[in-house]
């Protein structure tokens, strides 16, 4: 059995079973945060006489509980009728939080039952925990007492405990808000049997490139392998416990997962956890939403984030409810939530009329170059390829270019002159550098950018350029190549340009240049290969424009 009382010494819950069994959610406790504690602790009892377990220190970690009271049985002492446990209370254990300075390096075993110094490992993909897998966390924000007669426990003074720990985690909160420039995020990756490890870890890398870009700091990443994602959470239950404790142990202020999200499962993992659950496309539209500098881009980042915040408002039934007057009006009325659903859905039937307009404004464009025989190319690429460093080189611009992905959003048209392919006479084109791909690129974006993509689709041909430097580059050119596959539109020819190639070793060029024997090799930022480069063009665009 669980008692939970509050700091007035009032019972505010009685649970039969383990804490586990009978927490409060994280965010159904009266109080919540980094530098306090939640006001509540926890008398349990057992029926055994051995120390707290991994499950009940967990779930006093993640309600952060001013104290976790173990009482345990000795076994003797009395008989019951019917049978039942028997025995006083012989042991007593005190169980708190402490600062992360305080914080023991020690690893708790349920198997054996003891603390023991935590021994390095290997960084492997972890199983879902079991009942008796130690927790593979360090430095835990707790320490447990040593056992205490029910006279030392009834002369604890648990206010002054409270209020001196209470103290330091403030005192360690505001320390760690002052420079507090950056969400602490832990990162959590689930490899489902459909997805080799190679790519499992490419997109690790890749959100965690993300999470930067977006301004976070990735402190640590869990790891689960499951055959397939749960439904309601994603990762199983015992995962859920540890990504909590993890959080707790980091002072993370943010989990963000390596994939997208229902908003069911987002509102799940965020009662479970205690603190912010984000997926992958809400990174991806952080970061749009940042690097957004045109009206245009704008008001596709603000279309694509409408698109993907409406199904995930939440509501709390009739406690929105508006009341009417009058006969016909009474009842539970109009919730809060169905007015803000309207009015989000207003808003965005007015963008997508903005975005149409966009989408007439580029056509006429277009069509006003095409009426003066310029022939148009588009350089695509994953995001990070260093398409804007490109244009720049090849047009004298200076469209901002920088080591980031999706450093660049808003398409950017230049002039560029080249040699003619068969008369060798100045051959005048525009080149597009459009917004960066990714793989598994969200629907919402492709549908709220699709003005932008429309220059994708209706260019002459397209210069595809490929970071080579990349780990992961043969992936990215299969995830560019499924993009434009996907696309409405054929797209025109595409000729293959490798960047980078000053920061490659030999048998990767190698291996380049036998997979794409027709594919150009060059290095934007050193300047190498731009006289090929060019000549390449020239032929694309002849063949383009006039194809055998």
């Known amino acids: 059995m669980c008692t939970y009382i509050n700091r007035r010494g009032q019972v505010i819950r009685v649970g039969v079973g383990t804490p586990r069994q009978t927490q409060i959610a994280p965010l159904e406790l009266p109080r919540y945060g980094g530098g306090r504690l939640s006001g509540i602790r926890c008398i349990a009892t057992h029926l055994k006489p051995e120390i707290p377990s ?39 254990y005190l169980v708190h939080l402490i600062p992360q300075g305080d914080r023991p390096n020690f690893e708790f075993s349920v198997l054996s039952a003891k603390l023991e110094p935590a021994s390095s490992k290997s960084e492997e993909i972890e199983e879902p925990l079991i009942q008796n897998s130690p927790i593979k966390t360090q430095n835990f924000p707790w320490k447990i007492s040593e056992p205490l007669s029910l006279d030392d426990l009834a002369d604890q003074d648990f206010l002054e405990l409270v209020e001196g720990l209470e103290a330091d985690f403030q005192a360690e909160f505001v320390a760690k808000q002052v420079d507090a420039d950056q969400d602490k995020v832990l990162l959590v990756g689930v490899m489902t049997q459909h997805v080799t490890l190679l790519d499992f870890e490419d997109g690790l890398a890749e959100i965690t490139r993300l999470v930067e870009s977006a301004g976070g700091q990735v402190l640590q990443t869990v790891r689960q392998k499951r055959s397939n994602p749960h439904p309601q959470t994603v990762v199983g239950e015992g995962k859920i416990q540890e990504i909590s404790l993890t959080a707790q142990t980091i002072s993370a202020n943010l989990v963000v997962f390596d994939r997208d999200l229902s908003p069911a499962q987002i509102r799940n993992l965020e009662i479970q956890i205690g603190i912010r659950v984000v997926d992958r496309t809400e990174v991806i539209l952080d970061i749009f939403a940042q690097r957004a500098r045109s009206s245009e881009g704008k008001l596709q980042v603000e279309l694509a984030q409408l698109q993907y915040n409406l199904p995930r408002l939440t509501g709390r039934g009739q406690a929105l409810s508006r009341q009417g007057g009058g006969i016909g009006t009474r009842g539970p009325g109009e919730t809060k939530l169905e007015t803000e659903r309207r009015t989000i859905a207003k808003r965005i039937s007015r963008l997508q009329q903005e975005v149409n307009q966009l989408l007439a404004h580029r056509f006429r464009l277009r069509q006003n170059r095409h009426h003066h025989d310029v022939p148009s190319v588009a350089i695509v690429g994953y995001t990070n390829a260093g398409k804007s460093t490109l244009l720049n080189l090849l047009t004298n611009s200076e469209v901002y270019a920088a080591d980031q992905l999706f450093a660049t959003l808003d398409p950017t048209t230049r002039k560029l002159t080249i040699p003619g392919a068969l008369t060798g006479e100045p051959l005048s084109l525009v080149l597009t550098d459009t917004v960066g791909f990714i793989r598994e690129l969200p629907l919402s974006l492709i549908d709220a950018f699709r003005a932008t993509l429309e220059e994708v689709t209706d260019a002459d041909a397209l210069l595809h350029l490929v970071d080579l430097s990349h780990p992961a580059w043969q992936s990215q050119i299969r995830s560019v190549m499924n993009i434009l596959t996907d696309m409405p539109v054929t797209p025109g020819p595409a000729l293959v340009v490798f960047n980078k190639i000053d920061a490659v070793d030999g048998n990767t060029l190698a291996l380049a240049r036998e997979e794409f024997p027709q594919a150009v090799f060059i290095s934007a930022a050193k300047g190498l290969g731009m006289e090929s480069l060019r000549d390449r063009l020239a032929q694309l665009i002849q063949y383009a424009l006039y194809p055998r």
């Open 54 to 92: 991994e499950a009940a220190i967990t779930a006093m970690a993640i309600q952060r509980l001013d104290a976790l009271v173990w009482l345990t049985l000795s076994g003797g002492g009395f008989q019951r009728r019917g049978g039942g446990a028997t025995g006083y209370i012989q042991d007593t």
